[in-house]
């Protein structure tokens, strides 16, 4: 049987280039309670991301528990199901009724267009997802955010990195929580941070994920324990050394999967938008009926080449047993979701993924519906001009 390859490969610099780091933790004796690497983290990402203020916490469910706890929201909060069931989870855990709302069938991200029906006098806030990285349609959202009362908060742990023409999409909203998630484009093992657009409330995300301190003495808040400590603070100050070469290397996946997949009938790609600045931190694909096989017949025929694809989103949030007996859980309100959950594939992707590999993975695609390109010519010499569907 041929080595595994799985969805994703956490990206590790080489083990030396760690020593150092820990050798400071060492001598400091400083391990945790916001320390120098939590302070330098926090600037750094500040100044990669092009955000203003940023606090790290423990991981990004957390990060969206305190983010929902600083803006004091209740009542029900407008989603999508079509996300990891840490975005709604996040809800329930505050006492939240979550409401779910429809997506955009070819963004996959929450279909602004059906919000407003989905709003009740105890409506509080939205909490989109950029989902795969996909920037949700955040003008639409705020206007409707603006018009209602209404906070946003957006989930953006898929959206590291991720740009749009006015800068980073980590702005938009009242609050955006990203994930460092050992999966994640940009990882500390388990991590996450909130970004706040103003110094008052990045203070407030402060006292909470510290149990509400605000001196020795002093607590204002029932706070939890949030902070993240300084071996993974300081893990990603290695890290972020090396992400721009780690984004360029998945580029390069993205675009040979594009590339050997772009005649395969029946398999859709979704298409990045197009002035945002992608981190190709998944590559979903959605399995058409023309397709020879069932999406699950293909997730199990890559499995028994040892290939582990995901089925995210499947099944829908809405479709968990806390969930699914809420009647904005119901299929019916879900339509879009429902095909999606049924239909999306996503195909491994990380930087150390090998041409050979990616050849691996789309002959089996291919092989059940062959496309038309030339196996003979190398995925990189492909032609850019017929890169993308
Ligand atoms: C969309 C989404 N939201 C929230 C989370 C939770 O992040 P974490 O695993 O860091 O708690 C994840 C992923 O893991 C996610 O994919």
Redesign the pocket.
Known sequence: MAEPIYVAKPYLPPLEEFFPYLEKIWESKILTNGGPFHQQLEQALCEYLGVQHLSLCT???LG?VTALQALGIQGEVITTPY??V??AHSLLWNGIQPIFVDIDPDTLNLDPKKIEAAITPRTTAILP?HCYGNRCDVESIRKIGEKHGLKIIY?S??AFGVRDEGGSILRHGDLSVL???ATKVFHTF?G?AIVSPDAATKEHIDHLKNFGFVNETTVVKPGINGKMSEINAAFGMLQLQHIDAALAQRKEVDAMYRRAMRGTTGIRILAGSAESENNYSYFPILVEEEYPLSRDALYQALKEQNIHARRYFYPLIADFPMYRHMPSASPDNLPFATIAARKALCLPIYSALTEDEIERIVNIVNGVWPCNRNPSVPLKSVAPSCEIQ
């Open positions: 991981s990004g469910t969206l996300s990891f840490a975005s997802v989930d742990a898929h994930s460092f998630h388990e996450g």
